[in-house]
Structure formats: C-alpha cells, structure tokens
C-alpha cells in the first residue's frame, strides 16, 4: 500500500467528524429507547420495533465509515466493523424481543407479541425486514471472503430468517395472500424471502458443522430450520413442498444419529 497523503487524511477526518456526530446522536436514542422499554413493558415491543431501526441506522454510519476509510486512505477499518457486526446483532435481538425468536414453534406460541406490534403494517414490517438484510449483507461485504467472522454470520443470518419469519401474521397470512389484498405485493415478497432464508439457513448450520465445528448443536439447528420452513409450507397451503421437507429432515436426522453414535464409540 502507497503512502497516504496529508491531504487524504484530512479529508477522512474532516468527514468522520459529522458522521460521529450523527452516530453520538443515534446511540443516544438508541440508550433513551432501551431505558423507555424498561418503564413501559406494555408497549416493549413497539419500542423494540423503534429500536431496531435506530440500530440499523447505525449500522450503516459505521459501514459508511469503513468505507471512507477504505475510498480515502485505502485500508478497511475492522473496529468500525466489527461494532456493525455487533449491532446488527443488537438490532435482530431487538427483533426477537418483539416477535420471539422461535424458529419452528406454532403460531399460538407467540400470537400476542405479534397483538402487541399489530399498528406496524405489511408494508412497514417489510421495508424493515430489507433494511436488516441489507444491513448484515453491507457489513459481511465489507468484511470480504475470508474473514474469521465467516461463520458468525451463519448465525445472524439464521436468527434473521427467524425473526423475518415471526413478523408474519401467520393468522392472517392466507387471506392476505389474495392478490386483492392491501399491502400484497409487500406480504408475498416477505413470505418468498423468508422461505429462503430459512433454507439458507438450514445449508449454513450443515455446512457450518461439515466444515468447521462438528457440534451436533449446529446439526440441529440445521433440522430446526428445514422444520420452520416445513410448518410453514404446510400453513400456506403447499403439502408437496412440506413433504419433501420431511423427507430431506428424515434424512439429515438419520446422518446426524449416525455421527452422534461414531462420536460415543469413539470416546469409548
């Protein structure tokens, strides 16, 4: 890497100042909005909804940070990334607050966090759900290929795909599927991502437990996906989907019995 100059250094400078500022004043909000949620636990998940946004509004100052730096001064700025890291984080824990974050649970079980969040619309809920992937995909970009993260990102990725998931009202979803619908076009684009994140999340923890750990935690988290995406497929109608999802977990199960029974042996 060339010598960088005076001139670009100042510049950096100059611009990281108002973007600190905006930042100093995001945090604030963000800390205001966390002490409110301790006061008003009858309105904690809107105010989680409002959270999670601020977050997402930080997340991109420091990914815009990062990327002065890389434009001006020609390295990455790996503090400023890894902070976006963990607020996204922060961000979908946010999310989960407000909508749980089970992964393949019937609705009944978090049908009144979602009573509680019923004034945020299809549209707004959303317009949400791209912002935080548009978020986690800006700093995993950042980051390139090889980083050590790699696989810190199979997890917020898989809690995304949860927390997209549970912002669906499922009570409602069918009829909501109607193309005469309000807000259709937004609740059937949500659905189809939310399908395949969860089949993308399923592939990760696999191939997150193939490759690297061989923790039969992450083999079943992997299940746990394809059975979040399976219930989902039989809730809106699509039985050929949900069976050979049952199918490829009955195979991924039968593998994961056989690797569990290897280990015991092998400690004998």
């Keep these: ?11 950096y400078t100059d611009k990281l100042k ?9 945090r604030k909000k963000e800390s205001d909005l966390n002490a409110l949620m301790r006061t008003k636990r009858d309105q904690a998940g809107m105010i989680s909804i409002d959270a999670a946004n601020v977050n997402l509004n930080i997340v991109s100052y420091l990914v815009l940070m990062n990327n002065l730096s890389v434009a001006l ?4 700025n790996d503090a400023y990334l890894n902070e976006a890291r963990k607020t996204c984080y922060k961000s979908i824990i946010n999310l989960e607050n407000a909508v749980s974050n089970y992964i393949d649970a019937p609705f009944s079980e978090y049908e009144g966090k979602l009573e509680k969040i019923k004034s945020v619309d299809q549209k707004n809920r959303w317009d949400l759900v791209r912002k935080l992937g548009f978020s986690i995909s800006s700093v995993k970009d950042a980051f390139g290929e090889n980083t050590k993260w790699k696989w ?25 599927l109607d ?6 076009q937004e609740r059937f684009a ?20 193939e490759l690297s750990t061989l923790r039969i935690d992450d083999f079943k988290l992997a299940i746990n996906y394809l059975g ?5 497929n039989a809730l809106v109608g699509e039985p050929e989907e949900a069976n050979e999802l049952k199918r ?5 199960k039968s593998k994961m019995d056989q690797d569990i029974k290897k280990k015991e042996s092998s400690s004998k």
Excluded: C
């Design 228 to 232: 979040g995406l399976r219930r989902l």
């Design 179 to 184: 193309p005469r619908a309000e807000y259709y």
């Design 190 to 209: 949500h659905l189809k991502l939310v399908k395949r994140l969860l089949q993308q999340s399923a592939d990760g923890y696999r191939e997150k437990y």
């Design 73 to 76: 001064l020609g390295i990455k």
């Design 18 to 26: 108002e973007h600190k500022a905006v930042l100093e004043e995001l």
């Design 1 to 11: 890497m060339g010598k960088i100059s005076a001139h670009a250094k100042e510049q």
């Design 152 to 176: 810190s990102f199979v997890e917020i990725e898989g809690r995304f795909s949860v927390v997209a998931k549970n912002l669906l009202d499922l009570k409602t979803l069918m009829a909501g």
């Design 248 to 252: 490829k977990i009955d195979i991924w």
